[in-house]
């Protein structure tokens, strides 16, 4: 089925170590997005990718960094996991530039970091 | 900066009752609305959608939403509530930050249906 995937769905990590989350969508979307949704704080950006070859940073960066490999493709990284990056993690796409269009989401990845 | 506020972390009606969500907007230009419904485990789909058309918005699942600009508001409803309703539902503006917009998510109203 079209849409954005994510990879993987579940990962548990030690506080330092690393990883890298992967996104994928088909649909052909110009932008993408990376959240982090935490209970009652509802989604919050944290980079996004405006168009291929550009990446911007959104609300709560830090700790993080991202990679545009390509059209399709946005990754995001931990360089050195901590437990305050327990979280649920969103990758979403959109048509366009602007975000009036809505975006499509992935089913995202739960994180846990001990 | 454009943001939204959600009242209410918990809505609980019964099965057949009214379903009013509410949403609050804050913006210093027209704004573009949007509500999401997240399923448990799943990630968020698009319920519907506000781009300075009507203001009776229509989206998926028989939910509607209403843009009132003097109210700053685009609460959501639904005239019959059913089981399925049940899910975390959250209000978001479209807001310029950087090189492009993004959405602003309120922090969510979670959904309960009582049988």
């Known amino acids: 089925n079209a849409g954005v995937t994510q990879t993987p769905k579940f990962q548990v990590l030690k506080t330092g170590q690393s990883m890298t989350l992967q996104c994928a969508q088909d649909?052909?979307?110009?932008?993408m997005y990376w959240y982090r949704q935490d209970p009652g704080m509802g989604l919050r950006l944290i980079y996004y990718s405006a168009s291929e070859g550009t990446t911007d940073k959104g609300e709560v960066p830090n700790g993080y960094n991202v990679s545009r490999l390509n059209k399709r493709e946005f990754s995001l990284r931990l360089e050195s996991a901590a437990p305050s990056q327990t979280s649920v993690y969103f990758c979403a796409s959109s048509v366009g530039r602007t975000a009036n269009y809505g975006y499509t989401f992935g089913s995202g990845t739960r994180l846990t970091v001990v | 900066a454009q943001s939204v506020t959600q009242l209410g972390s918990h809505v609980s009606v019964s099965e057949g009752a009214l379903v009013l969500l509410r949403c609050n907007y804050s913006s210093s230009v027209p704004p573009y609305l949007f509500w999401y419904v997240q399923y448990p485990n799943q990630g968020l789909q698009l319920l519907l959608k506000?781009?300075?058309?009507?203001?009776l918005v229509k989206g998926i699942n028989g939910f509607e939403a209403e843009f009132k600009k003097s109210e700053t508001s685009f609460h959501l409803t639904k005239p019959s509530a059913h089981m399925s309703d049940a899910a975390e539902y959250f209000c978001a503006v479209s807001s310029l930050s950087g090189s492009a917009r993004q959405l602003t998510f309120g922090s969510g109203t979670q959904l309960t249906v009582l049988p």
């Open positions: 506000y781009t300075s058309a009507a203001t």
């Open positions: 649909m052909n979307h110009n932008s």
